[in-house]
């Protein structure tokens, strides 16, 4: 049992390691790669929502925004010289009073309508490729940052000289940049830009759709963990995950221990203990019965050596011829004793079996035997009774018991058979010796010598009661010994 306990642990320690090793794998290399993929669906959904949803009622109230402080909208009229800009905490319109921020609101105007999509549906992905979002509109953004830069001078008055540097050395430390389009309505599209450093993934959504009386840009930008930045997490929540497994590997095998392996162990032990007791009980019965066919065997050659050589009274052939025959006859009924116990009884029946008819039967076998030394047998009990069991060791237990009552009941005594679902008892005058009787049940024990009895006929019984799951118990009563014979599941203490 240990050993088998041992070799279940090994087992469920091999599969813990083994889960281990895979669910250790699965989260480092395949979950972040999954979260990524997850989160930029996530984007792209967002910013097409919000986009459509702004589209619909032109503000932000009550719609949920990926980045708040980031995502704008961005709305350029046709015929007005304006700009509007919502996002989800402000909304500014700013509109143009002089001539020269007409001209650069015409301008934007201007520019804004070669961004619409039907102007990039016709740029083919070269194009696109080698010269990304400034292709053909580069010179007017340039000339729109001219135009504005003359507004200021002319509006604003600083007491300081503004430069602006081009950072370009910074632009080393960006790279795989990369370009999408995706569709978002027949008059509009999602631009989606993407660029990377050592840590994160930078991605500028630009949601551009025309309307009847303007266009509409979205602009969400929003960072992306890369997988190096999340494995660190996850390889922090490693050792649990692996305590985990662990306890829950060894309480299934706890479980699978008490609830399988232990019952079918136990069962084994208990087929295996029955098999040792039926060897060892065949060795002591048939080493008990050499010994008792040696007696027989033994004097039926002395009566034929006798006769033989014609020696005293063994020459009257006549007499002593039927006590050879009479010998070999309790010789065969031993042999047939032995064989019909040893038969195998590991396929049981399980019938209906009408009590009172085969008690009658049984009964019925016995009558002359009876009649020869005027001893009368009644059966009592309702004729209904019906069991289950295996009607042919019921009848060979039935069998011996009279076979015993008709032997050592005194020349006109009674045997008694009383019938109940329960039992059947069996009852018949006399008495047995209180030395044998603890020894009952063993083989080639009888309480005195009656012809062709050689002691199994109890041992028989009690063996058949023992395969089909009955109690069989012998008292001695008031002048008297009963037989109790209880089957299965109505014993009585």
């Known amino acids: 049992?240990?050993?088998?306990?041992?070799?279940?642990?090994?087992?469920?320690?091999?599969?813990?390691?083994?889960?281990?090793?895979?669910?250790?794998?699965?989260?480092?290399?395949?979950?972040?790669?999954?979260?990524?993929?997850?989160?930029?669906?996530?984007?792209?959904?967002?910013?097409?929502?919000?986009?459509?949803?702004?589209?619909?009622?032109?503000?932000?109230?009550?719609i949920r925004v990926k980045n708040p402080s980031a995502c704008v909208s961005v709305r350029i009229p046709f015929e007005k010289a304006c700009v509007e800009l919502t996002s989800k905490r402000i909304a500014v319109i700013i509109t143009a009073e002089n001539a020269d921020t007409i001209e650069l609101m015409e301008q934007i105007q201007s520019l804004a309508k070669k961004m619409t999509p039907g102007a990039w549906s016709r740029m083919d992905d070269q194009e696109l490729k080698k010269h990304?979002?400034?292709?053909?509109?580069?010179?007017?953004?340039?000339?729109?940052?001219?135009?504005?830069?003359?507004?200021?001078?002319?509006?604003?008055?600083?007491?300081?000289?503004?430069?602006?540097?081009?950072?370009?050395?910074?632009?080393?430390?960006?790279?795989?940049?990369?370009?999408?389009?995706?569709?978002?309505?027949?008059?509009?599209?999602?631009?989606?830009?993407?660029?990377?450093?050592?840590?994160?993934?930078?991605?500028?959504?630009?949601a551009v759709e025309q309307a009847a009386d303007a266009i509409v840009f979205t602009v969400l930008p929003v960072i992306t963990p890369q997988m190096e930045e999340i494995r660190p997490v996850v390889m922090q929540s490693i050792p649990m995950l692996c305590a985990v497994i662990l306890m829950l590997v060894l309480i299934f095998s706890q479980l699978y221990s008490n609830g399988i392996v232990?019952?079918?162990?136990?069962?084994?032990?208990?087929?295996?203990q029955h098999l040792m007791e039926e060897n060892k009980r065949q060795e002591m019965f048939l080493g008990a019965s050499s010994h008792q066919l040696k007696t027989p065997i033994t004097a039926a050659l002395l009566l034929i050596d006798g006769m033989i050589g014609q020696i005293g009274k063994y020459k009257d052939y006549e007499k002593y011829l039927p006590k050879v025959k009479e010998q070999l006859l309790s010789m065969r009924r031993m042999a047939e004793e032995i064989l019909s116990l040893n038969q195998t009884?590991?396929?049981?029946?399980?019938?209906?079996?009408?009590?009172?008819?085969?008690?009658?039967?049984?009964?019925?076998?016995?009558?002359?035997?009876?009649?020869?030394?005027?001893?009368?047998?009644?059966?009592?009990?309702?004729?209904?009774?019906?069991?289950?069991?295996?009607?042919?060791?019921?009848?060979?237990?039935?069998?011996?018991?009279?076979?015993n009552a008709v032997a050592y009941t005194p020349q006109g005594g009674c045997i008694r058979l009383m019938l109940s679902e329960q039992s059947v008892t069996i009852q018949n005058q006399g008495?047995?010796?209180?030395d044998i009787l603890p020894h009952i049940f063993e083989p080639f024990v009888s309480g005195e010598h009656r012809s062709g009895s050689h002691g199994l006929g109890l041992y028989i019984a009690a063996?058949?009661?023992?395969?089909?799951?009955?109690?069989?118990?012998?008292?001695?009563?008031e002048k008297r010994v009963e037989a109790i014979l209880m089957f299965a599941g109505k014993r009585n203490s």
């Open 431 to 434: 008495m047995i010796p209180a």
């Open 132 to 206: 990304s979002l400034n292709w053909q509109i580069e010179e007017q953004i340039r000339q729109i940052q001219d135009r504005l830069n003359t507004i200021w001078e002319k509006q604003i008055r600083l007491p300081f000289a503004l430069e602006v540097i081009d950072l370009t050395a910074e632009k080393e430390l960006y790279y795989n940049e990369s370009f999408r389009i995706y569709p978002l309505s027949d008059q509009g599209m999602i631009v989606e830009t993407t660029v990377f450093d050592d840590n994160n993934q930078y991605t500028n959504y630009l």
């Open 1 to 62: 049992m240990r050993e088998l306990g041992r070799k279940n642990l090994c087992y469920s320690l091999l599969l813990a390691a083994v889960l281990m090793v895979l669910l250790t794998g699965y989260f480092i290399w395949m979950l972040p790669s999954l979260y990524v993929s997850y989160t930029e669906e996530q984007n792209l959904k967002a910013v097409r929502t919000q986009h459509q949803s702004f589209m619909e009622t032109g503000t932000y109230d009550h």
């Open 262 to 272: 232990h019952p079918v162990y136990k069962k084994l032990e208990d087929v295996n």
């Open 463 to 477: 063996y058949y009661a023992r395969m089909m799951g009955a109690d069989l118990r012998i008292y001695n009563r």
């Open 345 to 403: 009884c590991s396929k049981l029946k399980q019938e209906p079996v009408h009590l009172y008819e085969l008690i009658q039967a049984q009964t019925a076998s016995y009558q002359v035997a009876a009649a020869a030394r005027q001893l009368k047998i009644s059966v009592e009990g309702t004729k209904e009774i019906c069991i289950r069991t295996d009607a042919d060791l019921l009848a060979k237990i039935i069998d011996n018991l009279l076979a």
